[in-house]
């Protein structure tokens, strides 16, 4: 008998202690989907975007924007996330059907975008903006207001390009010295970089990163116009990633970690790697 209840004694005790390890399992462990497995999250990325978010030379997904959502990830041990390299049109279109849960390239926010996806409330990251103009008229030509004065001749943007809404909103904010905001259709960036060198348009708004590629490097594709085109700064424009609608709350989630990344320090640190400079440091306050 007394053999009987020391091992109905130690069978209880083991027990007790097999669900207390489960327990304590329990709560240091991370959220998961309810099957014990970390929810997977899919972040489709642009493959050329250098250095925002590209694929290096070993085949990884790499980039500044690449790299804070990685840093993001560490932030959600919840979550397992899958970098998927792709296209523009593939990324856009497949973050809105849910094939991808997010997607970065250096987006900006418009309202026709605001209609497909969920956007965060912090930004990512930051893009420059600024004016392609003949070297000739630099002299005269200094920033925006200058431009305005000069001619405002710009080069037609199509309404629903981002940029458009920068120099409708430059314009709402400087009446009395608008600059000409014509609208149009899709056109080659060369034609663009043309018209400015024939006088037909004085100047073209394009992000500070494409022109550094489209012109400035040895072995750009227009580096013929180097030496008589140049390009004046305007502001920094907050970059996004897309959610899929259905993602609000992973967004939220987001929003917590970029603002911890924030006040660590993380972000400018990956910003000086990326860019050798800060360009959030560009944005208006």
């Not at 990830?73 to 899958?82: A, G, M, S, V």
């Amino acid at each position: 008998m007394k053999f009987g209840k020391y091992i109905k004694a130690l069978t209880v005790s083991a027990l007790l202690g097999a669900l207390a390890i489960t327990a304590a399992g329990c709560g240091s462990s991370a959220k998961t989907d309810g099957s014990g497995e970390k929810k997977i999250i899919t972040v489709a990325h642009t493959n050329y975007y250098v250095p925002y978010d590209y694929v290096n030379e070993q085949g990884e997904s790499d980039g500044f924007e690449v790299a804070v959502m990685k840093e993001v990830e560490r932030k959600l041990p919840q979550y397992e996330f899958k970098y998927v390299p792709t296209s523009d049109d593939d990324l856009l279109i497949g973050v809105e059907s849910g094939k991808y849960t997010v997607g970065t390239k250096g987006i900006w926010i418009t309202e026709a975008r605001k209609k497909k996806y969920v956007f965060p409330k912090n930004n990512i990251g930051a893009s420059v903006i600024g004016l392609v103009i003949r070297k000739e008229n630099a002299g005269e030509i200094k920033d925006l207001p200058s431009f305005a004065k000069f001619s405002g001749k710009l080069v037609p943007i199509a309404p629903q390009d981002a940029r458009y809404s920068v120099i409708d909103g430059y314009n709402k904010e400087n009446a009395g010295n608008e600059i000409k905001l014509v609208s149009s259709e899709a056109f080659q960036v060369a034609d663009a970089y043309s018209w400015v060198l024939e006088g037909r348009y004085d100047g073209y708004l394009e992000v500070e990163l494409s022109y550094k590629n489209n012109i400035e490097k040895e072995d750009a594709p227009y580096h013929q116009f180097a030496d008589r085109l140049t390009y004046l700064r305007y502001k920094g424009i907050p970059t996004y990633p897309i959610f899929n609608r259905d993602q609000q709350q992973f967004a939220d989630e987001y929003d917590k970690a970029i603002e911890e990344l924030r006040s660590e320090g993380k972000i400018a640190e990956l910003e000086q790697k990326y860019f050798g400079e800060s360009l959030s440091a560009y944005l208006e306050k």
